[in-house]
C-alpha cells in the first residue's frame, strides 16, 4: 500500500489550487494544463468555477483540477460539475479534485458515466482530514495502474466506500442521541448518552450476527 503519511500530506497540503498538481503523479497522471475561460465552457463548467486545469491518463482517463469561486456546499458544486462534465465528454472517464478555499473543502469525486447521476466523492476539510480520508487516497495510488475502465471503476468503488462509511457513522450518532434524550428515568446527559451508546452497540453486534 502506499505511504499513509504521503497521503495524509498530500491531503494536508492542499489548500489552493497550485496545490493540487501534486495529486496528479500519486494517481498516474501526466502534469496538467491550464483551461481558459472558453474550454471551460467547452466542457460545461459555470461560473462557480474560478479556475481549471485537465491532466491525461491512461486511456480515456482524466484529471480535471478545480478551484470553486463560491462558498456554495461543495458536494453540491461538484455534483453539478460531474453532471455537466460527463455530458458535455461522456466518452471519458473523469477524476475530479476540488478545493475550496472559502471552506477550506477538498472534494476527490469520481462521476459515473453520462446519464448516471451518481458521484462517488471523498469530502474533507484540511484542519479535520481523518486517517481514514488517507487511507482512501493511499489506496486509489495504488489502483492507478491497470486499464482505464478497471481503474476508474476501483475509484469509484473506495470513494462510495467512505461516503457509505461516513453516512453510517452519521445515522448512528443521531440514532444514539435520539435515544438518549427520550429515555426514561432521572440520569444525567453524559450517562444517558453512554447507555445509549452501548445499547446501540448491543443490537449492531446482534445484527451483525443474525447476518
Not at 468555477?49 to 480535471?64: C, E, K, P, Q
Not at 460527463?86 to 476527490?108: G, R
Not at 489506496?139 to 461516513?166: I, K, N, Q, Y
Request: charged share 20%; hydrophobic share 50%.
Amino acid at each position: 500500500m502506499s505511504s499513509l503519511r504521503t497521503a495524509a500530506a498530500l491531503l494536508a497540503g492542499a489548500k489552493s489550487f497550485r496545490e493540487l498538481a501534486p495529486f496528479l503523479p500519486a494517481l498516474g497522471f501526466a502534469e496538467s494544463l491550464p483551461l481558459d475561460l472558453g474550454d471551460r465552457r467547452a466542457i460545461g463548467l459555470d461560473r462557480s468555477i474560478r479556475r481549471a486545469a485537465v491532466a491525461n491518463g491512461s486511456g480515456t482517463l482524466r484529471a480535471l483540477l478545480l478551484e470553486a469561486a463560491t462558498d456554495a456546499p461543495a458536494r453540491e458544486t461538484i455534483t453539478r460539475v460531474a453532471s455537466r462534465v460527463t455530458a458535455h465528454a461522456p466518452h471519458l472517464l473523469w477524476l475530479l479534485v476540488m478545493v475550496q478555499p472559502a471552506s477550506e473543502s477538498l472534494v476527490i469525486a469520481a462521476p459515473a458515466s453520462a446519464g448516471r447521476k451518481q458521484v462517488s466523492a471523498l469530502l474533507t476539510t484540511i484542519a479535520g482530514i481523518a486517517p481514514s480520508d488517507a487511507e482512501t487516497l493511499a489506496a486509489m495510488c495504488d489502483a492507478a495502474a491497470g486499464a482505464d475502465v478497471l481503474v476508474h471503476h476501483r475509484w469509484r468503488e473506495l470513494l462510495g466506500r467512505e461516503a457509505l462509511t461516513r453516512r453510517f457513522y452519521r445515522e448512528l450518532e443521531n440514532v444514539v442521541d435520539k435515544l438518549a434524550i427520550s429515555a426514561a428515568g432521572r440520569v444525567a446527559g453524559t450517562a444517558r448518552r453512554e447507555l445509549a451508546l452501548l445499547c446501540s452497540s448491543r443490537i449492531l453486534f446482534l445484527a451483525f450476527l443474525e447476518a
